[in-house]
């Protein structure tokens, strides 16, 4: 019941505010309650690894206010990938990062199992994928127009929806007699010549963990998922990118994607945290006076006298005073 928990408040301050990304391209947080359901969509591949696809497992998250992220006025998820995303790094910057994911995981184990940790650290792992949604319904059936037909990076917090659509097609080829002719008309490398698109429903369960199922949809004689000789727009192919780039957005170093300043900045924030839960954990506790004789330790004493009357004559009047409790 706890994880459910954490993860509606999660969800809820995820939903305050959609992020879009500079280039056009629309991030669509499957986190937030008002996104999740079914999200039907034309995949794009990303630029940089050319896969239509990219899972970041176990992505290290803590929520603070950094100064180049609207000048600190606002807590926002400072995200920590694994190492190997951030491509060749420096001596200083490997130890850079060394340092911040120790600390992380100090703080982490000296949180232990408090209430709302989840609104202050995690791990999460991420499936992404960039495409043009064709069709979006919320988790009750009902169409989220505005988004028809936009440029987006679907971002979800779990490694199911890649695991899905590997047995998708798996099954999806054992159906068609094991033929893979079929795939080109979903996975294009190239706006045009479309026949069919990806289908993800993905929601939140009353239960640990999302519940996720990946299929297709093609055209047909009856109807059009996707026009294959209009293809896209020059304009939404060119909002397609670099998926961790795009993933990423402000948080972006300026010469790659590993941002000193930011991580220069959590080091200094985690730093002050750990100190004070070390502080905390090692505060010996007030010990209750003994009372080894057993009498009452206010036999004998005088008590305090109780304040006098106004006089009849006004004294004192006009005044009251406020006792200490």
């Known amino acids: 019941m706890s994880d459910f928990i954490d993860d509606f408040l999660a969800g809820l301050e995820e939903d305050k505010q959609q992020p879009r990304s500079s280039n056009g391209l629309e991030k669509v947080l499957m986190s937030a309650r008002d996104n999740q359901g079914t999200v039907v969509f034309a995949p794009f591949q990303d630029t940089y690894s050319k896969k239509f696809y990219l899972l970041i497992p176990y992505v290290k998250e803590y929520k603070t206010a950094l100064p180049n992220y609207n000048e600190g006025k606002d807590e926002v998820w400072i995200k920590i990938l694994p190492k190997e995303f951030y491509g060749d790094l420096t001596e200083a910057q490997s130890a850079l990062y060394d340092e911040v994911v120790g600390l992380f995981d100090q703080v982490d184990d000296e949180l232990g199992d408090i209430p709302n940790k989840w609104n202050m650290i995690r791990g999460r792992s991420y499936s992404l994928f960039q495409g043009v949604i064709t069709n979006q319904l919320n988790a009750q059936g009902t169409k989220i127009s505005d988004r028809i037909g936009k440029a987006a990076l679907l971002i979800f917090p779990s490694r199911q929806p890649i695991n899905?659509?590997?047995?998708?097609?798996?099954?999806?080829?054992?159906?068609?007699?094991?033929?893979?002719?079929?795939?080109?008309?979903?996975?294009?490398?190239?706006?045009?010549?479309?026949?069919?698109?990806?289908?993800?429903?993905f929601t939140k369960p009353d239960a640990p963990g999302y519940d996720c199922t990946v299929g297709f949809e093609f055209n047909s004689p009856y109807a059009k998922v996707v026009d294959p000789q209009a293809g896209f727009s020059e304009e939404i192919v060119n909002s397609f990118g670099n998926v961790l780039e795009s993933f990423l957005g402000w948080q972006n170093g300026k010469n790659g994607r590993f941002n000193e300043d930011n991580f220069n900045e959590l080091k200094k924030v985690l730093t002050v945290r750990l100190n004070e839960l070390t502080i905390n954990k090692n505060k010996p506790a007030e010990a209750p006076i003994e009372n080894k004789n057993g009498v009452d330790p206010m036999v004998g004493t005088t008590p305090t006298p109780a304040p006098e009357a106004p006089t009849s004559d006004g004294e004192n009047t006009g005044t009251q005073v406020k006792l200490p409790f």
Request: charged content about 25%; glycine content about 8%; hydrophobic content about 45%.
């Open 164 to 201: 899905e659509l590997a047995a998708a097609i798996k099954n999806k080829i054992a159906g068609m007699n094991n033929s893979k002719e079929w795939i080109p008309a979903i996975f294009a490398p190239t706006d045009k010549g479309r026949e069919g698109v990806v289908t993800i429903t």
